[in-house]
């Protein structure tokens, strides 16, 4: 079972930054893969950047050079650091903690932090 709070989400103008973070309890989190989500208002969830528990990393086309997903296991945190932020970066940011074993898959959520870029 895993539990994820987010936090660091806010107001920021244009070409601004934000760094997000979300704190995992209740299980082992270096086994698990580890992403950020975003959806906005009548548009699908769609996958920000994704972490492997390997370390391996990918992004969106559209955040490529300006997002960076990393993690501390030490810390059972994930981080999405936002640079170059742009009105079309706003969204309801989720973390997502998933693993699949024996044919199953268990995957988790955060509540969900409001990025607003606005001038």
């Known amino acids: 079972q895993v539990q994820l709070v987010e936090s660091g989400g806010g107001l920021v103008q244009p070409g601004g930054s934000l760094r997000l973070s979300c704190v995992a309890s209740g299980s082992i989190f270096s086994i698990y893969d580890l992403g950020w989500y975003r959806q906005a208002p009548g548009k699908q969830r769609e996958l920000v950047a994704g972490i492997t528990s390997g370390g391996s990393t990918n992004y969106a086309d559209s955040v490529k050079g300006r997002f960076t997903i990393s993690r501390d296991n030490a810390k059972n945190t994930v981080y999405l650091q936002m640079n170059i932020l742009k009105p079309e970066d706003m969204a309801v940011y989720y973390c997502?903690?998933?693993?699949?074993?024996?044919?199953?898959?268990?995957?988790?959520w955060g509540q969900g932090t409001q990025v607003t870029v606005s001038s």
């Open positions: 997502n903690a998933n693993r699949k074993w024996l044919g199953r898959d268990y995957q988790y």
